[in-house]
């Protein structure tokens, strides 16, 4: 398997723009998070879907934020409009279901994740 | 509440001597517990994980940590460092079934000097 795959690896953009960030999850992972990691702020746990479905947003940081997950292959960040304070690694990851199988059913695979800076 | 508190955001170490990466936890249930790596310009990789089985756990790479529920720590040690073992790690917890929310710490700057 080629992993969580995540595109753009780099972003750079200026205050206001539109910014959207995709993630594909390893195939047959029912659950997709997608993380931030700043300094200041370490890793955060911005959403978290099951089968497509949000299922926590609560770290959503405010309305700009919105994320989607159209199908089992596919989820997408957008940030809109952005700011300087947006400029951070976004990363997704993705784990299989708990009735996968209990050794690795929850243990989190990242993808290498995509660096944004908003000028 | 969820919580992981890594203790020294930077770790120097010789080449050769033991690495101790300090990390404690807070949870009302038993936990899963994880330290993962990071790499520059890569995302975290699993180093090993805790799931209420042994509590001396193997990792790759040569580390090991040891869950003691009456410290609530799950400490990352490795007998020897190598100049290859620096890195930031993380420990994060998660309360396993029925939720899926894992609890990161800030990290733990690893240097390796020669």
């Known amino acids: 398997d080629a992993g969580v795959i995540q595109s753009p690896r780099h972003e750079v953009t200026e205050m206001g723009q539109e910014v959207t960030l995709r993630c594909k999850p390893i195939?047959?992972?029912?659950?997709l998070f997608w993380y931030r990691q700043t300094m200041m702020r370490g890793l955060e746990l911005l959403i978290y879907f099951n089968n497509n479905v949000p299922i926590d947003d609560s770290g959503m940081p405010e309305d700009r934020f919105s994320a989607k997950m159209p199908n089992a292959s596919f989820s997408t960040l957008k940030i809109q409009p952005s700011e300087p304070r947006d400029s951070a690694v976004y990363f997704c990851?993705?784990?299989?279901?708990?009735?996968?199988?209990?050794?690795?059913?929850?243990?989190?695979?990242f993808g290498a994740g995509s660096r944004l800076t908003v000028l | 509440a969820q919580s992981v508190t890594q203790l020294g955001s930077h770790v120097s170490v010789s080449e050769g001597a033991l690495v101790l990466l300090r990390c404690n936890y807070s949870?009302?249930?038993?936990?899963?517990l994880f330290w993962y790596v990071q790499y520059p310009n890569q995302g975290l990789q699993l180093l090993l994980k805790?799931?209420?089985?042994?509590?001396l756990v193997k990792g790759i790479n040569g580390f090991e940590a040891e869950f003691k529920k009456s410290e609530t720590s799950f400490h990352l040690t490795k007998p020897s460092a190598h100049m290859s073992d620096a890195a930031e790690y993380f420990c994060?917890?998660?309360?396993?079934?029925?939720?899926?929310?894992?609890?990161f710490g800030t990290g733990t700057r690893l240097k390796v000097l020669a």
């Open positions: 994060a917890v998660s309360l396993g079934s029925g939720t899926y929310k894992y609890i």
């Open positions: 990851a993705s784990i299989p279901g708990w009735d996968r199988g209990p050794s690795g059913a929850n243990v989190l695979t």
């Open positions: 949870s009302s249930v038993p936990p899963y």
């Open positions: 805790y799931t209420s089985a042994a509590t």
């Open positions: 195939s047959g992972h029912d659950y």
